[in-house]
């Protein structure tokens, strides 16, 4: 089934939107690998490409999804192979929302690590790894197949892994050993179970597995077997995500990487767990026939149906529950800054994951939409939120020379617009009105009462108040009282700073203007749960019944 183009574009341009992004970082990652000998110039084509890769996803943001008469999904098909043959890349509203967050995060801390990099002979690798970095997570948002979800994810971990041992330390070694341990093991099961997917179902095109799966009859397949599987790669997205009992290689790697990378590893290739999480569980497998009989006293009701959902949800529920405890009572107890926003990471994706395990456990399709709409919202606050605590950490470091609160106090006085930054990024994360995070947190609520989830609502409000436990901690420990020696001669790099105020401006505009920002976020939902749209999309073919292609849009 072919798309019909409505926008005033030229025909074909959409699918050259779809691809644009990865291209774009893929240069940069050459071109800044071959300018290491020209530190200046390197950095100013590493910002040229980080803002290039923000104007092709604003793109991709208004021709494919926002626009009045834009397509709302748009492929490329590399090398003009067809579907399910062929590498596809696809780009709708679930995609171009998270492709976003990566945009505004990634130019952020492109333009904080202009002014700061560790030092050593590896400065010169520190941007070609940075933006292999986002090219694994570009990729992984836009592949439409389970194998090059498995490649990106790998290009994402490599880079992550040099990120993480990158300063040299005895730490950061062992943070990197017990990293690449954890992830190597997750990419052996992520393996496995693309494996044995293709095995059982003969594709891992998603559209036509969604395909497959929706009609099991008509391809000779039994779907529980399948279903089994995704209970394996729901395990490797629950690692990338940080979600406990998966968590544990958190506080490690994020105090070891520097913290600009650390900002774009809480809050962009988290992100990456749960989108796979969503497209998988929503997209592909929703529709297979699997007889569900669950008694789910959490949420105080009975599941019956032919759908997978329920047991992810299930799964969901309780990694999530006990994420929010685990993070939320480790955070109170750190002795640093990034000790609390590390910790903070693990409890705040179990608020992202809460209201998916309600669209997965819920037979009401306007919840399972609404909750959807709900966790991305929050996705979008703890990417602007965390990325911003992250990065006033190295800004902290960098002037101090320590984030450790035994050595600070009085950073307010030090840098007014940096304790204000910090107090917006806290306030967001605790949900204070106007801000992003009141929505966020708002719409999760929101959520487990339309579930009429009495026990879920009690554990968001016990999540709610270690927030405010461990943020109002960290701001009297480091940014009241009186000044320690530290911070009297510490001086504040004033471009970082501004950085940080752009972001925390960008916590109350998203909060002020919610509206544009809601309905981004609804589309992005209906993308996730349209499997027929997205299978029309990709129009998967019978191998049998393949032609050459005549061009690379479908």
Do not use: C
């Not at 009282?481 to 925390?504: H, K, M, N, P, R």
Request: proline share 6%.
């Amino acid at each position: 089934m072919m798309m019909t183009t409505m926008t005033t574009m030229p025909v074909g341009t959409e699918s050259q939107l779809v691809i644009a992004p990865m291209l774009i970082v893929l240069a940069a990652a050459v071109g800044s690998l071959l300018l290491g000998r020209h530190p200046r110039t390197r950095a100013a084509v590493s910002l040229a490409a980080g803002a290039a890769y923000a104007v092709a996803v604003a793109a991709i943001d208004w021709y494919i999804v926002l626009a009045p008469d834009a397509p709302g999904i748009a492929t490329y098909q590399v090398g003009d192979w067809p579907a399910p043959l062929g590498i596809t890349l696809v780009a709708d509203g679930l995609s171009a929302f998270m492709l976003t967050m990566v945009a505004v995060l990634g130019v952020a801390s492109l333009v904080f690590s202009t002014r700061h990099l560790p030092g050593g002979e590896g400065r010169s690798y520190y941007f070609p790894l940075f933006h292999f970095l986002a090219l694994g997570v570009t990729g992984a948002f836009l592949t439409g197949d389970l194998f090059n979800l498995f490649v990106w994810f790998e290009v994402m971990l490599m880079a992550s892994y040099v990120f993480v041992a990158y300063s040299g330390g005895p730490q950061h070694t062992r943070a990197a050993f017990w990293y690449v341990t954890l992830n190597l093991l997750a990419s052996a099961v992520f393996l496995l179970g693309v494996g044995g997917i293709y095995a059982t179902t003969g594709t891992l095109n998603m559209a036509d597995l969604a395909q497959r799966l929706a009609e099991p009859a008509a391809y000779g397949l039994e779907p529980v077997p399948v279903v089994g599987l995704l209970g394996l790669l729901l395990s490797v997205f629950a690692i990338k995500a940080g979600l406990v009992p998966f968590q544990f290689w958190i506080p490690t790697a994020y105090r070891a990487a520097p913290p600009q990378i650390t900002a774009l590893l809480a809050g962009a290739t988290k992100k990456v767990g749960i989108y796979a999480i969503i497209r998988l569980s929503f997209t592909v497998f929703a529709g297979a026939e699997v007889a569900v009989d669950l008694q789910l006293p959490v949420l105080n009701a009975a599941i019956a149906g032919e759908s997978p959902l329920p047991f992810v949800g299930t799964a969901l529920f309780l990694m999530a529950a006990a994420s929010i405890l685990v993070g939320g009572i480790g955070a109170v107890g750190r002795d640093s800054m990034e000790g609390v926003f590390a910790y903070s990471s693990i409890g705040q994706v179990g608020f992202i994951a809460i209201p998916v395990a309600i669209a997965a456990t819920t037979i009401d399709p306007t919840l399972r939409q609404f909750a959807i709409v709900a966790a991305l919202v929050y996705a979008l606050n703890h990417t602007l939120a965390k990325g911003l605590l992250f990065l006033a950490v190295g800004t902290v470091r960098a002037a101090t020379g320590t984030s450790r609160f035994d050595d600070l106090g009085g950073m307010a006085k030090r840098s007014p617009p940096l304790a204000i930054a910090v107090f917006v990024g806290s306030l967001a994360l605790v949900g204070i009105p106007p801000l992003s995070g009141f929505f966020g947190k708002f719409l999760v609520f929101d959520a487990a009462a339309r579930a009429r989830a009495g026990p879920v609502i009690v554990l968001l409000l016990v999540g709610s108040l270690l927030t405010i436990a461990y943020t109002t901690r960290l701001w009297n420990q480091s940014f009241w009282g009186a000044e320690t020696d530290a911070v009297e001669t510490a001086t504040v790099d004033s471009v970082q700073v501004i950085v940080l105020a752009v972001l925390a401006a960008a916590i109350v505009t998203v909060g002020v203007g919610f509206d544009p920002v809601y309905e981004f976020a609804e589309t992005a939902a209906e993308a996730a749960l349209d499997t027929e749209g997205y299978v029309d999309a990709v129009d998967p073919t019978d191998p049998s019944e393949l032609v050459p292609s005549s061009g690379g849009e479908h």
